[in-house]
Every structure is written in structure tokens, then in C-alpha cells.
Antibody
């Protein structure tokens, strides 16, 4: 059974870079039939798509975040990562890593989520 | 402001059927059959309930069903149960911008 686990700092200072890693267990990031993605949820608010990538390097990003977002994959470590530059308090959220169906764009597996607070 | 529009809240009594709406546009819901629905209980990760408008993942109750007409997708829960009380989000693949997925703002379901 696929398991996803986010890891990274729980607090980031304003203007710095948020960095998270998602470790994949029970599956391979080299699976050509899916994408790997990041989704966030500010406290008390709804879900926001950040972006997704295929192990081949094909990526999709939320246009509102695109210039600040880097999503990458490391097949040797079976994990993928998120970097979000120049964070502000508005980036405070629970960040989920996820597997996305390559042919249907449904998020069929989620990590438990990790709260990242932007604060000095 | 979310790309897809959902009512903020709905309520129903046990045993009833209830329908959620999700309205998009010609670049997302109206263009693709890649509409998904998610259930999220408090402090939990969302769970996929419906994908490709009307398909259920393995293990999801057949009380959950999906449909679409034009730019509006719908999720119906029949035989409402107490445990169905949760937030429900829709999503759709979108050709807007760099082509990505967009979410609705979510609907809070209260089981009376």
C-alpha cells in the first residue's frame, strides 16, 4: 500500500525558502502512470493546488505561485520535493504531498500533511 | 477566490439524499471529464471519493455518486449517515494558465 510522508521545517521566516520532501513508500516515483504533487490548505480554509510533476520532468504549476515554486524528483531516493521562495504569512498552511492519477487527475493518495508556519 | 464555485454549506437528515454542486467554466469542468470529489474530516487528509466525474475508487461506498452537466458537476450522497459529516471539495483539470488542477472552495456538510 502506498504511503507518503512529508518532512521539513515546521517554521520558516518571512522572505526565506520553504523546503519540504515527500518520501514514497510502497511505490516508485518512477511510475510513469502518475504524477506527484503538492497541495496546501491554510488554517480554516480550502485546498489549493501548488503543482505536480512526472518523473520524466514534465511539470505543472498553479499560475499564481509558479514563479516561486520548484518541484523536483529524486528517483535514487524515491522522493520528491517542494521549494517555495520568498514566503510570507499567507503561505502558512498544511502542506500535503500526493499522488495524482496520470490519466484522470484525481488525487488518489495523500500524505498526512505537515503544518508550516511562516513567522519570524 | 477559488476557481470552482461550491456552496459554503448544506445540511440533511440521516437517511436522506443530498447533492453538492460545483460550478466551473469552459476551461475546466465544461471542457474535461476530469472532475474529482474529496471528503475531508476535521484534522484529516482529504480522501478521494469520485474521479472522472462518476467513477468510485475501490472501497468507496456506492452511496456516493457523481455527474456533470455543462459547466456544473454534482456529487450525490444517498442514505445520509452521521459519519458523512465533513467538508467536500471538488476539483477539475484546467487548461487555464500552465494547465493544472483547480479546486472548489469546499462545502461543509452537516448531518442533522
Amino acid at each position: 500500500q502506498l504511503q507518503l510522508q512529508e518532512s521539513g521545517p515546521g517554521r520558516v521566516k518571512p522572505s526565506e525558502t520553504l523546503s519540504l520532501t515527500c518520501t514514497v513508500a510502497g511505490g516508485s516515483v518512477s511510475n510513469r502512470n502518475c504524477y506527484w504533487g503538492w497541495i496546501r490548505q491554510p488554517p480554516g480554509k480550502g485546498l489549493e493546488w501548488i503543482g505536480s510533476l512526472h518523473y520524466s520532468g514534465n511539470t505543472f504549476h498553479n499560475p499564481s505561485l509558479k514563479s516561486r515554486v520548484t518541484i523536483s524528483v529524486d528517483t535514487s531516493k524515491n522522493h520528491f520535493s517542494l521549494k517555495l521562495d520568498s514566503v510570507t504569512a499567507a503561505d502558512t498552511a498544511v502542506y500535503y504531498c500526493a499522488r495524482v492519477g496520470g490519466g484522470d487527475w484525481g488525487v488518489n493518495s495523500w500524505g498526512q500533511g505537515t503544518l508550516v508556519t511562516v513567522s519570524s | 477566490q477559488s476557481a470552482l464555485t461550491q456552496p459554503a454549506s448544506v445540511s440533511g437528515s440521516p437517511g436522506q439524499s443530498i447533492t453538492f454542486s460545483c460550478t466551473g467554466g469552459s476551461s475546466d469542468v465544461g471542457l474535461y471529464n476530469y472532475v474529482s470529489w474529496y471528503q475531508q474530516h476535521p484534522a484529516k487528509a482529504p480522501k478521494l471519493m469520485i474521479y472522472e466525474v462518476n467513477k468510485r475508487p475501490s472501497g468507496v461506498s456506492n452511496r456516493f455518486s457523481g455527474s456533470k452537466s455543462g459547466n456544473t458537476a454534482s456529487l450525490t450522497i444517498s442514505g445520509l449517515q452521521a459519519d458523512d459529516e465533513a467538508d467536500y471539495y471538488c476539483s477539475s483539470y484546467s487548461i487555464s494558465g500552465n494547465s493544472h488542477v483547480v479546486f472548489g472552495g469546499g462545502t461543509k456538510l452537516t448531518v442533522l
